[in-house]
């Protein structure tokens, strides 16, 4: 059974960094694309970040230049380092694993970006 577990969210002033972790199980990581994806109160799921099984990236026009999405095929983990946070990336943070037509999502970790 595939599990995606996040960690890492919490309450930031505006300015500040986070690096929110995801750690899968049940699946052969290597093998996956691995994403970051958000939600905030009253609005769609969207994209944060996406990083192929061969490390290629993609950003959502407003993070790029502030967050960095990695990967370790090593630790079976995927990462997103959040910088410069503003109070509009307040939201639930998801991760997502795709493989063809599988695609998975762990519970979210919420991070708060406020004064």
């Known amino acids: 059974q595939v599990q995606l577990v996040e960690s890492g969210g919490g309450l930031v002033q505006p300015g500040g960094s986070l690096r929110l972790s995801c750690a899968p199980s049940g699946m052969i990581f290597s093998t996956y694309d691995m994403g970051w994806y958000r939600q905030a109160p009253g609005k769609q799921r969207e994209l944060v970040a996406t990083?192929?099984?061969?490390?290629?990236?993609n950003y959502a026009d407003s993070v790029k230049g502030r967050f960095t999405i990695s990967r370790d095929n090593v630790k079976k983990a995927v990462y997103l380092q959040m910088n410069s946070l503003k109070p509009e990336d307040t939201a639930n943070y998801y991760c997502n694993a795709k493989f063809a037509v599988r695609s998975y999502w762990g519970q979210g970790t919420q991070v708060t970006v406020s004064s």
């Open positions: 990083i192929t099984r061969a490390h290629m990236t």
